[in-house]
């Protein structure tokens, strides 16, 4: 039988693709984890928010932008080896906006060419693996990760329909 140590050990993210025109909306980490890697801005959700409402309030923290409409593109569930935790990110797609993009405390925000976006320098790794499920509409998805610390290691993606 299972330990009660062996369960209730998931963390839960969120991450918004926004996206305009061609192109997507990153955050280029300031503090770790990640910093200095270039992805989709998004975190923790909180006890008491729905999905949707972290993913929205993740992105007016980190960017300054009001998104709607949020889209599941899909999840990622994430395994750090040693690490007792496992994650659980849901990655959310949306062309909605308003308000003005400023950089929080997270770092600095920008817009890239989607196309060129996964190859840009410093872009995360899951980000990279990501993206043409997300970017492209090729979804929903679901994967699995085992990676270091910087997010390097073994993504596996299947689509929905191949479920």
């Given at each position: 039988m299972a330990d009660i140590h062996d369960r209730h050990q998931t963390v839960v993210t969120v991450f918004c693709v926004l996206l305009h025109e061609n192109q997507v909306l990153l955050i280029r980490r300031a503090r770790p984890p990640y910093q200095g890697a270039c992805t989709i801005p998004g975190g923790h959700k909180r006890h008491g928010e729905s999905l949707r409402q972290a993913c929205a309030r993740e992105m007016a923290e980190e960017t300054g932008l009001q998104v709607t409409n949020l889209k599941l593109a899909g999840f990622l569930e994430i395994e750090f080896p040693?690490?007792?935790?496992?994650?659980?990110?849901?990655?959310?797609?949306?062309?909605?906006?308003?308000?003005?993009?400023a950089a929080g405390p997270e770092g600095g925000v920008f817009w890239a060419e989607a196309d060129q976006a996964p190859n840009l320098p410093g872009a995360h790794p899951a980000f990279q693996a990501l993206a043409p499920y997300f970017l492209h509409g090729r979804g929903?998805?679901?994967?699995?990760a085992v990676v270091d610390r910087d997010g390097r290691g073994l993504y596996s993606i299947i689509l929905e329909n191949d479920i």
């Open positions: 040693g690490d007792p935790r496992d994650f659980l990110s849901f990655y959310f797609v949306t062309r909605d906006f308003t308000g003005t993009m929903p998805f679901e994967g699995r």
